[in-house]
């Protein structure tokens, strides 16, 4: 508004006595500051993009390690479980010989007992009391304990 004030005083003095007319601003202008404040902030900017480069490539070199622990992990499990496969047909295989030796035994048992007649009465009488059982025993599975139901070194919940 100061500015206004002179132009119109100087075009009333120009027409009056025919000077010239010089115009002064005063210290209110914004564009020394906006000049300044650009060149002030590009090494913040720069100070900040070096940080956050150098947090990037932290994580990615963090994500490579886990990623190849986890790999580590999953061989170590198919181990485990190649393992355990192994196991559990082995068991299986002593188990059916067991049955198989046990079967023979009973039968060598029968034919023994045939030639006695009072042994045979007696094992008949066995079979007629149970005759919905058959000749091979049902082979029970074990209850799994209590430590195995829930495992307390793995988070179970939903995120």
């Known amino acids: ?13 120009q027409g009056d006595l025919g000077a010239s007319v010089s115009v002064i601003y005063s210290a209110e202008s914004v564009a020394p500051r906006a000049t300044s404040r650009p060149a002030a902030i590009l090494p913040l900017l720069v100070i ?9 490539t932290m ?4 994500q490579g390690q886990t990623i ?13 479980s190649t393992q355990l496969a192994a196991l559990k047909d082995k068991l299986a295989r002593d188990d059916g010989k ?13 034919g023994a007992d045939a030639g006695n007649p009072a042994a045979g009465a007696k ?25 195995d139901l829930e495992d307390v070194r793995r988070f179970t919940g939903v995120i």
């Open 98 to 110: 067991r049955l198989q030796n046990k079967a023979s035994a009973q039968a060598d048992q029968k």
């Open 68 to 80: 190849e622990s986890q790999r580590t992990l999953i061989r170590e499990m198919l181990k485990d």
């Open 1 to 13: 508004m100061t500015g206004a004030l002179i132009l119109n005083e100087a075009r009333n003095v």
């Open 59 to 62: 994580l990615v070199f963090e």
């Open 48 to 56: 900040l993009f070096i940080v956050s480069y150098g947090i990037l």
């Open 123 to 147: 094992g008949s009488d066995k079979e007629t009391k149970r005759p919905g059982k058959s000749a091979h025993a049902t082979k029970e599975v074990p209850g799994k304990p209590a430590a």
